[in-house]
């Protein structure tokens, strides 16, 4: 069976802001809704009946069930257009991707949107197993003394929320605590995090001012700009920072890794017979992709590393070596997880410890993120994905050629990786 060719052929994102900040009265379908009608608008897919939209947020209220297809009946597609929610921690929006661009490509369709969304200010509380069990007999009660009877059983501090932390639920640690883990396992300097967040916050504000985003991003709830840039930071500033995990020995800081973060993403995808009929630019083509994932609870330190392991089956798939490339997006969760995966990727004795043949090679650091990452621009969880492949694929148009890469991990040990090429 011969595959058809994925394109992509346009993009849009509302701007990324802090948790608590532009949309901290906002849900999920709040965020992701001006982010598809943004893409429905710049693309003139105003009553069009598409493929299929799959997407997705990593932490989603129990009335979010079909979040996607939700959002969609709410948009100016045809409300026919079928959906269907995905989630993979950090790697949901690129997944999303995939999964469309698999369709195209099997000729189950001929064009679909990839999206992801994030709205962490309001993450549901969870509540006390005590509460939970009177809440529920107390429902079951058809007197009103037998309801608050029940509902006097649970203690003072069983009322109480239990707010989100992020936790990976076999080792305890959230992210940040297995990223400090990776930074001092892998040698991970303080002042190389910090370099790499500094350059991070320089590349974006370049590519706001050159007018890079003008065509990327709908304004959102009187938010034009990703809020989480800082343009004043300096390696000075970043160096007072204290560390946010180990208190007393830890490198990672707050200017050094990723804060919660608000937001939502959608890409289009389709054949190159459909964008050509619609009248659409072809971008750039997903070509490959691979997912990985790593044990990391004996070895805390993997947590956020399985793309080594993507990386090396696809460019073995693809036939290329980690240098052939024009672009590098590598998800910036944290400054230490960057660094040491391109550590490992570098280094024969590290890479073999891993099971790899050899090192994959040495990224040029000039082609790596060039118009800001993770760092800078923040990351909603689901949303992440289609901003990189976005941002990629604008570079490679722009470009006329090349090829492009892209890494993001994310939670649970796993990770992918992409090509892109024009």
């Not at 710049?42 to 939700?70: C, D, M, Q, W």
């Not at 661009?101 to 001929?110: D, P, R, S, V, W």
């Not at 009177?134 to 007197?143: M, R, T």
């Not at 230490?336 to 550590?343: H, M, P, Y």
Request: aromatic share 8%; hydrophobic share 40%; proline share 4%.
């Amino acid at each position: 069976m011969e595959t058809k060719r994925v394109a992509i052929v346009g993009y849009n994102r509302i701007p990324f802001a802090r948790m608590n900040t532009a949309y901290a009265d906002k849900g999920n379908q709040d965020l992701l809704l001006p982010a598809l009608n943004g893409l429905i608008d710049r693309y003139n897919l105003k009553g069009k009946l598409l493929g299929e939209v799959a997407g997705g947020a990593t932490i989603k209220h129990i009335s979010e069930s079909n979040l996607i297809r939700e959002t969609v009946m709410n948009t100016d597609l045809d409300p026919a257009t079928p959906a269907c929610d995905l989630q993979q921690a950090c790697d949901t929006g690129i997944e999303a991707a995939i999964y469309i661009g698999n369709k195209i490509a099997l000729g189950q369709i001929e064009s679909g949107i990839a999206c992801g969304v994030e709205a962490m200010s309001n993450i549901p509380f969870e509540s006390s197993p005590r509460l939970r069990t009177a809440l529920l007999k107390a429902n079951k009660e058809k007197s009103v003394f037998g309801k608050i009877k029940q509902l006097l059983t649970p203690k003072l501090k069983d009322w109480m929320p239990i707010p989100y932390k992020g936790q990976e639920p076999k080792t305890g640690l959230v992210m940040g605590g297995h990223t400090e883990i990776t930074a001092k396992y892998y040698g991970i300097s303080r002042e190389e995090q910090d370099e790499l967040a500094f350059k991070s916050h320089q590349n974006m504000a370049k590519a706001y001012d050159e007018g890079f985003f003008d065509d990327m991003i709908s304004p959102a709830y009187g938010l034009n700009k990703d809020n989480n840039l800082r343009r004043d930071t300096s390696l000075e500033k970043l160096a007072t920072l204290k560390p946010a995990f180990d208190k007393q020995n830890g490198t990672l800081t707050a200017g050094n890794s990723t804060p919660f973060t608000d937001g939502a993403s959608a890409v289009l995808l389709a054949s190159e017979e459909w964008a050509k009929a619609n009248d659409l630019p072809i971008l750039a083509y997903i070509t490959f992709s691979e997912i990985a994932g790593i044990e990391y609870v004996e070895n805390k330190q993997n947590l956020l590393l399985a793309p080594v392991f993507a990386a090396e089956r696809m460019l073995k798939k693809a036939g290329m070596s980690l240098e052939d490339f024009d672009f590098y997006e590598i998800h910036e969760a944290f400054a230490a997880q960057v660094l040491a995966t391109l550590k490992i990727w570098e280094n024969d004795d590290l890479a073999k410890k891993f099971g790899l043949e050899k090192a994959l090679g040495k990224i040029d650091r000039d082609k790596l993120n060039v118009k800001g990452g993770s760092l800078a621009v923040a990351h909603p969880f689901a949303a992440t994905g289609g901003r990189i492949i976005a941002t990629l694929a604008k570079l490679l148009d722009e470009k006329g050629s090349g090829k492009g890469f892209i890494s993001i991990c994310a939670a649970r040990g796993q990770g992918i990786t992409m090509i892109l090429e024009k």
